[in-house]
DNA sequence: TTGCTATTTTGCCAAATTGCCAAATAGATG
DNA sequence: CATCTATTTGGCAATTTGGCAAAATAGCAA
């Protein structure tokens, strides 16, 4: 039987790193993106309309998000569909949501 | 018995609402802090040490992750001991320990 | 009151972010 | 090849953020 993990202390580096992908989440058009992409993958074209931005401005938002890790893309003849790959990040709106101030 | 709620979908201000919250976690140094007070309130100064910044820019932190509802402070004599408000906050960190680039 | 300590606020400046437009790119199709 | 559609990239101005230092504030004690 194993011991309890103790894990170990994190270092600036870590930090830094964790920061990165909090800040990729941390905007309301990105957030609108993460969550309509909680159920299925969506076209590039879908989420311009959803966001209603220019879709140069809406390019940029996912790019953030696939360089964070967040999303990744699914090309399919002239579109481009994007998918959530960690779902869990958006069970953090339940703790969030209990924040009033 | 009642019936399932079905959580109204998310307008534009939600979603800004909940990205100010994020916004305020999206920092090196804030995470930093917000884990120090996991287990324990913390006052300014021991925060000013950990952190390693000037004092100024460890209040102003502070005050941002106060300003976002995330920690709450109580005053003993000269010194402030800073607590977290909702410890669910980090459990993100979970996740996020997930998402690799 | 004065003085002392802990903390916050203000001012300043460099760096990063945001969003639009125009131009470039990628893939499909003729 | 040319052309069309979907998307990304580059450039730019406006705004926001981050950090230091100086000044201001809050409470305690003499």
Redesign the interface.
């Known amino acids: 039987m194993k011991t309890k993990a103790r894990p170990e202390p994190?270092t600036?580096h870590d930090?830094?790193a964790?920061?990165e992908?909090?800040?990729a989440?941390?905007?309301?058009?990105?957030?609108?993106i993460l969550?309509s992409l909680k159920k299925k993958e969506v076209c590039v074209c879908e989420l311009r309309d959803l966001v209603g931005d220019d879709i140069s401005t809406v390019s940029k938002h996912l790019s953030i998000l696939k360089?964070?890790?967040?999303v990744a893309a699914r090309r399919e003849g002239n579109w481009l569909h994007y998918r959530l790959?960690?779902p869990?990040?958006l069970?953090?709106?339940?703790?969030?949501?209990?924040?009033?101030?």
Request: hydrophobic share 45%; with cysteine; glycine share 8%.
């Open positions: 994190k600036k930090y830094a964790q920061a992908i909090i800040k989440m941390a905007h309301p058009t990105r957030l609108l969550n360089n964070a890790g967040l790959i960690c869990c990040v069970d953090f709106t339940g703790c969030i949501a209990g924040i009033k101030r």
